[in-house]
């Protein structure tokens, strides 16, 4: 077993993870900064008390200050679509928690053999987002028609999908790659603060934009405004591009292209927001800027443009892979739901079930229930190899 010292580095991990400043949790638990500050760095450790106290604060289990991670976990790159709006303090609670995603990922993918990552790497191609959106189509051989569900599309392709609230409503996803010790791992993030099937769709094609055509080993925390905005047109214009190929939603567009109640049609079809779709029209020569903002004057008056006619009708499948996988180990019986948990500490990454299962997207209770069933989507088999560290570490 490890030997149990307090890890500040875990204390950081966690105060940000809740989003918290250390001038925050230091009143939270009537402290001063400096400890807070000395308790991170090492350079002065808590009696038992004030452990207590900061794992209540900060919702982790006590022993998760007390141990150090046994896998390698190293955070990379992050693409914010409100990078410019939203502050660091909350993209960093994001960056955290995604950190601890991968984390449980890589236990699981120690029993369960995840689909292989599969998307290719345009980011040195130097074409167009419009060309680059219909390559890999052309790679996942789709064709051109209209993509119904497009999460389980990417999972069935090795990305962790996942979706949870977030602290502010100006986080609408984000895409993630962390670096474990024998992979990389790409995860796109949902906020599950908006739940139209428009806006998922559209935001998952825009964070795929990212992952195939920009760069991850810089640091796009440093990227100048101008840089980031271009970036975030290209990835904007690729998923407009991947999720209405020009070829045949043209055919569909150009039978009414100024008729708002036709685009209400072809949101059905399409699974795309109607105001998406005008401009993808706009951009595609079909209608003119004078006719696009007519329209979208309109729309605003039928208050089309935060509520627009289907949003609470249309439905896309949502993030099942580490929910299907988990289930698998539960249906297998190589843990059941308090063992998994305890195999989380074995790891070193003790937390509560209630936690794990926000994480992964799992129906509360999940963890204490293990008789409860979820539908399977993607398939998944076991490796040969089974891990022997539960039994010889509890």
């Known amino acids: 077993m490890q030997k149990k010292i307090f890890n500040g580095e875990r204390l950081k991990s966690a105060r940000q993870y809740r989003g918290l400043t250390t001038d925050e949790l230091a009143k939270n638990i009537n402290a001063s900064k400096q400890s807070i500050s000395q308790y991170e760095t090492g350079n002065k450790n808590p009696d038992f008390a004030r452990i207590a106290q900061i794992a209540t604060a900060l919702e982790f289990p006590t022993e998760y200050f007390m141990l150090r991670p046994r896998l390698s976990i190293t955070p990379q790159s992050t693409y914010f679509r409100a990078q410019l709006t939203t502050s660091k303090k909350y993209r960093t609670e994001q960056i955290r928690k995604m950190e601890h995603l991968a984390y449980i990922y890589k236990i699981i993918a120690d029993y369960v ?27 996942l051989k789709i064709g051109n028609k209209p993509i119904q569900d497009i999460i389980p599309l990417l999972e069935e392709r090795g990305v962790i999908i996942t979706s949870f609230l977030t602290g502010t409503d100006k986080i609408d996803a984000f895409s993630h790659r962390v670096k474990t010790e024998d992979d990389d791992v790409y995860i796109i ?9 428009t806006r998922k769709h559209f935001d998952v094609a825009h964070e795929l934009g990212h992952i195939i055509m920009h760069g991850w080993s810089e640091d796009v925390e440093a990227l100048g405004r101008e840089e980031f905005r271009i970036r975030e047109k290209e990835a904007n214009d690729f998923a407009a591009a991947f999720l209405l190929p020009r070829e045949t939603f043209l055919l569909d567009v150009v039978a009414h292209p100024i008729d708002i109640d036709y685009y209400i049609q ?3 079809k399409w699974k795309v927001s109607m105001s998406a779709m005008m401009m993808r029209a706009y951009h595609l020569e079909v209608i003119t800027y004078n006719q696009y903002q007519y329209m979208m004057k309109t729309m605003q008056k039928k208050g089309y443009r935060v509520h627009e006619p289907l949003d609470d009708k249309l439905v896309t499948a949502p993030p099942s892979m580490l929910k299907n996988a988990l289930e698998l180990l539960f249906d297998e019986n190589i843990f059941d739901a308090k063992e998994f948990m305890q195999e989380l500490v074995v790891q070193g990454l003790p937390m509560h079930s209630l936690e794990v299962e926000i994480l992964l997207g799992l129906v509360e209770d999940y ?10 989507i993607i398939p998944f088999n076991l490796k040969t190899r089974q891990s022997t560290n539960l039994k010889e570490e509890s």
């Open 113 to 139: 053999e995840f689909p292989a990552y599969g998307l290719p790497d345009l980011s040195s191609h130097g074409e167009t987002p419009e060309y680059l959106a219909q390559l890999v189509r052309n790679h």
């Open 189 to 197: 993030a949902l906020s599950s603060n908006k739940e139209s099937a």
């Open 266 to 268: 072809l949101k059905k």
């Open 367 to 376: 963890l204490r229930i293990p008789d409860e069933k979820l539908a399977k």
